[in-house]
Protein backbone atom coordinates (compact mmCIF):
# COMPACT_ATOMS: atom_id res chain seq x y z
CA UNK A 1 0.00 0.00 0.00
CA UNK A 2 2.73 2.14 0.95
CA UNK A 3 4.80 1.85 -2.67
CA UNK A 4 0.90 2.29 -3.79
CA UNK A 5 0.84 5.64 -2.37
CA UNK A 6 4.74 6.76 -3.15
CA UNK A 7 4.12 5.75 -6.94
CA UNK A 8 1.02 7.35 -6.82
CA UNK A 9 2.43 10.98 -5.63
CA UNK A 10 5.79 10.50 -7.70
CA UNK A 11 3.82 10.27 -10.54
CA UNK A 12 1.56 13.19 -9.97
CA UNK A 13 4.44 15.82 -9.08
CA UNK A 14 5.98 14.51 -12.57
CA UNK A 15 3.24 15.45 -14.49
CA UNK A 16 2.01 18.27 -12.08
CA UNK A 17 5.08 21.06 -13.07
CA UNK A 18 4.95 24.20 -10.57
CA UNK A 19 2.91 26.22 -12.49
CA UNK A 20 -0.65 27.10 -11.01
CA UNK A 21 -3.47 24.78 -13.81
CA UNK A 22 -6.04 27.26 -14.87
CA UNK A 23 -9.33 26.35 -14.25
CA UNK A 24 -11.03 24.82 -17.79
CA UNK A 25 -13.99 26.67 -18.65
CA UNK A 26 -17.59 25.55 -18.08
CA UNK A 27 -18.47 22.72 -20.82
CA UNK A 28 -22.24 22.70 -22.56
CA UNK A 29 -23.58 19.71 -22.28
CA UNK A 30 -25.24 18.03 -25.85
CA UNK A 31 -28.62 17.86 -24.37
CA UNK A 32 -28.85 20.50 -22.55
CA UNK A 33 -32.39 22.07 -22.89
CA UNK A 34 -32.52 26.07 -22.77
CA UNK A 35 -35.62 27.87 -21.67
CA UNK A 36 -35.41 30.48 -24.09
CA UNK A 37 -33.34 33.73 -25.48
CA UNK A 38 -29.83 32.87 -25.49
CA UNK A 39 -27.92 30.01 -24.53
CA UNK A 40 -25.56 30.73 -21.20
CA UNK A 41 -21.62 30.97 -22.34
CA UNK A 42 -19.66 27.88 -22.49
CA UNK A 43 -16.66 26.12 -23.81
CA UNK A 44 -15.56 23.35 -25.71
CA UNK A 45 -12.66 21.02 -24.11
CA UNK A 46 -11.45 18.29 -26.74
CA UNK A 47 -9.15 15.88 -25.89
CA UNK A 48 -5.44 16.33 -26.51
CA UNK A 49 -4.60 12.82 -26.15
CA UNK A 50 -7.11 11.34 -27.84
CA UNK A 51 -6.27 7.68 -29.05
CA UNK A 52 -2.50 8.42 -28.00
CA UNK A 53 -1.20 4.73 -27.23
CA UNK A 54 0.59 5.67 -24.39
CA UNK A 55 -1.51 8.03 -22.94
CA UNK A 56 -4.13 5.14 -22.74
CA UNK A 57 -1.57 3.15 -21.07
CA UNK A 58 -0.56 6.15 -18.95
CA UNK A 59 -4.15 6.53 -18.26
CA UNK A 60 -4.92 3.12 -17.40
CA UNK A 61 -2.23 3.34 -14.71
CA UNK A 62 -3.79 6.68 -13.13
CA UNK A 63 -6.76 5.03 -12.85
CA UNK A 64 -5.09 2.28 -10.76
CA UNK A 65 -2.93 4.15 -8.73
CA UNK A 66 -5.83 6.62 -7.84
CA UNK A 67 -8.31 3.24 -6.75
CA UNK A 68 -10.76 4.30 -9.72
CA UNK A 69 -10.49 0.79 -10.34
CA UNK A 70 -12.29 0.55 -6.15
CA UNK A 71 -15.73 1.85 -7.01
CA UNK A 72 -15.69 0.70 -11.22
CA UNK A 73 -13.78 -2.29 -11.00
CA UNK A 74 -10.94 -3.34 -13.21
CA UNK A 75 -11.76 -3.05 -16.36
CA UNK A 76 -13.93 -0.17 -15.33
CA UNK A 77 -17.08 -2.19 -15.85
CA UNK A 78 -18.84 -0.81 -12.92
CA UNK A 79 -19.09 -1.99 -9.29
CA UNK A 80 -20.09 0.53 -6.81
CA UNK A 81 -19.28 2.90 -9.45
CA UNK A 82 -21.34 2.55 -12.53
CA UNK A 83 -19.49 1.07 -15.76
CA UNK A 84 -17.96 3.32 -17.48
CA UNK A 85 -17.57 0.71 -20.19
CA UNK A 86 -20.84 0.08 -21.50
CA UNK A 87 -21.06 3.66 -23.70
CA UNK A 88 -23.49 5.49 -21.53
CA UNK A 89 -22.79 8.47 -19.23
CA UNK A 90 -25.08 9.79 -16.86
CA UNK A 91 -23.47 12.99 -17.30
CA UNK A 92 -22.42 13.04 -20.61
CA UNK A 93 -19.47 11.39 -22.74
CA UNK A 94 -18.16 13.99 -24.46
CA UNK A 95 -14.54 15.05 -23.67
CA UNK A 96 -15.34 17.81 -21.45
CA UNK A 97 -18.18 16.56 -19.65
CA UNK A 98 -15.95 12.82 -18.43
CA UNK A 99 -13.14 15.54 -17.92
CA UNK A 100 -15.42 17.64 -15.97
CA UNK A 101 -16.81 14.44 -13.94
CA UNK A 102 -13.17 13.83 -12.99
CA UNK A 103 -11.83 17.14 -12.43
CA UNK A 104 -14.94 18.63 -10.30
CA UNK A 105 -15.99 15.06 -9.29
CA UNK A 106 -20.31 14.21 -9.43
CA UNK A 107 -22.97 14.20 -6.63
CA UNK A 108 -23.18 10.64 -4.86
CA UNK A 109 -19.79 9.67 -4.46
CA UNK A 110 -17.51 10.62 -7.50
CA UNK A 111 -14.60 12.45 -5.58
CA UNK A 112 -13.49 15.75 -7.52
CA UNK A 113 -9.41 15.14 -8.33
CA UNK A 114 -9.01 18.18 -10.39
CA UNK A 115 -7.56 19.26 -6.91
CA UNK A 116 -5.12 16.27 -6.98
CA UNK A 117 -4.25 15.53 -10.22
CA UNK A 118 -3.13 18.24 -13.16
CA UNK A 119 -5.24 18.70 -16.11
CA UNK A 120 -2.98 15.90 -17.98
CA UNK A 121 -2.95 13.37 -15.71
CA UNK A 122 -6.99 13.66 -15.95
CA UNK A 123 -6.70 13.87 -19.37
CA UNK A 124 -5.00 10.45 -19.25
CA UNK A 125 -7.49 8.75 -17.89
CA UNK A 126 -10.30 10.26 -20.16
CA UNK A 127 -8.21 9.11 -22.99
CA UNK A 128 -8.06 5.10 -21.00
CA UNK A 129 -11.77 5.43 -20.97
CA UNK A 130 -12.59 5.94 -24.13
CA UNK A 131 -9.95 3.65 -25.16
CA UNK A 132 -12.37 0.71 -23.80
CA UNK A 133 -14.47 -0.97 -26.76
CA UNK A 134 -18.30 -0.64 -25.00
CA UNK A 135 -18.69 -4.17 -23.61
CA UNK A 136 -23.01 -5.09 -23.70
CA UNK A 137 -22.37 -7.94 -21.34
CA UNK A 138 -21.77 -5.32 -18.65
CA UNK A 139 -25.44 -4.93 -16.48
CA UNK A 140 -26.18 -1.42 -16.07
CA UNK A 141 -29.08 0.75 -14.43
CA UNK A 142 -31.25 2.60 -16.68
CA UNK A 143 -31.28 6.19 -15.45
Known amino acids: MAVRSLAAVALVALLAGSAQQP ?3 SVRSEGSVFAGGQAPPAGRLENPF ?10 GKLFTTFNCDGCHAVGAVGAE ?8 WRYGGTDGEVFHSIYYGRPR ?3 AY ?4 PPEAIWKVVTYLQSLAPREDVPTVSW
Open 81 to 88: GPSLADGR
Open 23 to 25: VPP
Open 114 to 117: GGVL
Open 50 to 59: RGDARSVVEG
Open 109 to 111: GMP
